[in-house]
Structure formats: C-alpha cells, structure tokens
Nanobody
Framework: QVELVESGGGLVQPGGSLRLSCEAPSGIFETYAMGWNRHVPEKERELVATITSRGSTNYADSVKGRFTISMDAAKNTVYLQMNNLKPEDTAVYYC?????????WGQGTQVTVSS
C-alpha cells in the first residue's frame, strides 16, 4: 500500500494564498510525474497542474498565472503554490503520482475560498 501524505488545505479569503504539499515514499518506485487534480461535487475531477521528473509543467487555463507547481525530487514531494485564490477554486484537491508501478492518489485536502 502506497500512501501519499498531503497537507496545506484550509479556509482562505478571496485574493489569499495557500501552499499544498504532497509527499510520496522514496525508494519504492521511479517517479515519472506528480500533479494535482481537484473535484467539486457534481462535477468531473479537473486537472490543475502537473510536473514531470524533468521539470516540464502543465497548468489548467483557469489557474495559469496564479498557481505554481514545483517538485523536490530528493524528498519525492510536490508543491502547489496558490495565489490570488478565487471562490471558484474551492474544491477537494488530490495529489497524483505517476510511477513505474502505476498511478497513486492522495486522500484529498479541502480548499475553501470564501469571505
């Protein structure tokens, strides 16, 4: 059983910032890419951002210029810096890791943007 440890969610006012982190275990598999998806009830899960082991990044149009994804390969940890948050960013954010053994998901962390 591979466990991804997420942290950093919470309640923030519009225009505020949050930083999510997700740590995957080391020494078990080769990590190809890490990323974040989000889910709102009654909607499909949406890709937010991804980063490959070589540092290539991809963002949803809705978060470009506001969110930044980064990865610490030594710690097998991915971060999502979220700035200028909007109410429509409210969702459960899930970490995803693509590895040599398959795809793994975190348990999800709630992000709520509200005044």
């Amino acid at each position: 059983q591979v466990e991804l440890v997420e942290s950093g969610g919470g309640l923030v006012q519009p225009g505020g910032s949050l930083r999510l982190s997700c740590e995957a275990p080391s020494g078990i598999f080769e990590t190809y890419a890490m990323g974040w998806n989000r889910h709102v009830p009654e909607k499909e899960r949406e890709l937010v951002a991804t980063i490959t082991s070589r540092g290539s990044t991809n963002y949803a149009d809705s978060v470009k210029g506001r969110f930044t994804i980064s990865m610490d390969a030594a710690k097998n940890t991915v971060y999502l810096q979220m700035n200028n948050l909007k109410p429509e960013d409210t969702a459960v954010y899930y970490c995803r890791v693509d590895t040599s053994l398959g795809v793994y998901w975190g348990q999800g962390t709630q992000v709520t943007v509200s005044s």
